[in-house]
């Protein structure tokens, strides 16, 4: 069994963060480990308020986790602060797991900044370079970049862009565009177009936090980039094709599914 941690703000609501990576590397049948960055309350409408965990604590976490169960794995979620994203590069130096991936989460469904605008620059030039993937989605990508992404050549500009900043590759999710739902791998060499269909429904609560997930566990399994960040997208589309209409807002996708189904417990 594979051993994965997730570096991510825990989400109150159990849809999204902390929570919905540890679903994630559940369903994929590895053993799940965090370090919690901050807490949030949260809910399906809004994030009401942050709450960041101090940095010594972050370290404090990072410390006990890698001196006694090291991960295959490790995925970045949401750091808000300079300092704590300080405290996260230097230990990923010190500890230098084997797979890294870093999703820049900057700002809610609901348009609360979780990534603190002043720690953009922190963002890009400590931890990204560490990363084997990142996978913005457009909005974080044209802040990543500077420029705005309109068109599949806009994207195709700013995965070149990211890779300069250090990362092995990039997954630029186009979850955003209203033509298509086409992501963009990039590892500095080759692009590859993943087509991705449109599920109607608003219940897309965690889908970056899943997929960034989804990608980790299947790179700690062995799958070469292109093909585990296809089987990481046949995930998030079957979770949420079957999302949960949890609350009155963006409910949680349905990371369990496939599981529920072979226990004849899904429609």
Not at 90 to 103: A, C, R, T
Not at 137 to 162: Q, T, Y
Request: glycine share 8%.
């Amino acid at each position: 069994m594979k051993k994965l941690l997730t570096i991510a703000g825990s989400d109150s609501s159990g849809g999204a963060g902390i929570q919905a990576d540890m679903k994630t590397f559940s369903a994929h049948g590895c053993y799940a480990m965090s370090v919690i960055t901050a807490i949030t309350a949260q809910n399906t409408v809004a994030v009401k308020d942050v709450m960041d965990v101090p940095p010594e604590m972050v370290k404090a976490q990072m410390d006990a986790v890698f001196e006694d169960v090291f991960p295959d794995g490790v995925k970045v979620g949401m750091v808000s602060a300079i300092a704590t994203i300080a405290t996260i590069a230097e230990g990923l130096k010190k500890y230098s797991p084997k797979i890294l991936v870093v999703d820049p989460v900057m700002v809610s469904k609901s348009g609360y900044h979780l990534l603190r605008p002043e720690a953009v620059e922190t963002l890009r030039t400590e931890l990204l370079p560490l990363a084997d993937l990142i996978t913005p989605n457009i909005p974080e990508a044209e802040i990543l970049c500077g420029f705005a992404i309109e068109s599949k050549e806009d994207m195709l500009k700013a995965a070149e862009e990211m890779i300069k900043n250090g990362c092995k590759a990039v997954l630029l999710k186009g979850g955003h565009r209203t033509e298509d739902a086409d992501d963009l791998v990039f590892d500095g060499e080759v692009f590859h177009w993943l087509p991705g269909k449109r599920v109607k429904t608003q219940n897309t609560h965690g889908t970056g936090c899943t997929i960034s997930s989804a990608i980790t566990a299947n790179l700690a399994k062995g799958y070469p980039l292109p093909e585990a960040v296809r089987l990481a997208k046949e995930y998030i589309t079957m979770a949420i094709e079957h999302a949960l209409a949890i609350g009155s807002g963006c409910g949680p996708t349905h990371h369990f599914y496939q599981l529920w189904k072979k226990a004849g417990m899904a429609e």
